[in-house]
Nanobody, 121 residues
Framework: QVQVEESGGGLAQPGGSLRLSCAASGSIFSLNAMGWYRQIPGKQRELVAQVGSDGTTTYSDAVKGRFTISKHNTKTTAYLQRDNLKPKDTAVYYC???????????????WGQGTPVTVAS
């Protein structure tokens, strides 16, 4: 009943920029946070960044200073920005929405299907 959809992935050149979008929709009673994860080939899925409903942002130590997460002012949409892309940024990027679906406010993680990003010349 909650859908999460990523967009903006694809092939990018080293030194270029990337802006991923994530939109959550459906039976959302409250939105606690939205986050971006990535799975680098041969490695486990890892957190990139997360933005809370209050706008607070957190980043994994591995990506601090390299990625920027933000959210739309009014919509359940989050963004992930990266400039000066490098081949090591190649991964499948997943969006995660932490939401409550009813007034009981039990929260769940809803995942998008992922958007592949390939950084290569």
């Amino acid at each position: 009943q909650v859908q999460v959809e990523e967009s903006g992935g694809g092939l990018a050149q080293p030194g270029g920029s990337l802006r991923l979008s994530c939109a959550a929709s459906g039976s959302i009673f409250s939105l606690n946070a939205m986050g971006w994860y990535r799975q680098i080939p041969g490695k486990q899925r890892e957190l990139v960044a997360q933005v809370g409903s209050d706008g607070t942002t957190t980043y994994s130590d591995a990506v601090k200073g390299r990625f920027t997460i933000s959210k739309h002012n009014t919509k359940t949409t989050a963004y992930l920005q990266r400039d000066n892309l490098k081949p090591k940024d190649t991964a499948v990027y997943y969006c995660n929405a932490i939401v409550a679906t009813d007034p009981r406010r039990v929260t769940y993680h809803f995942w998008g299907q992922g958007t592949p990003v390939t950084v290569a010349s």
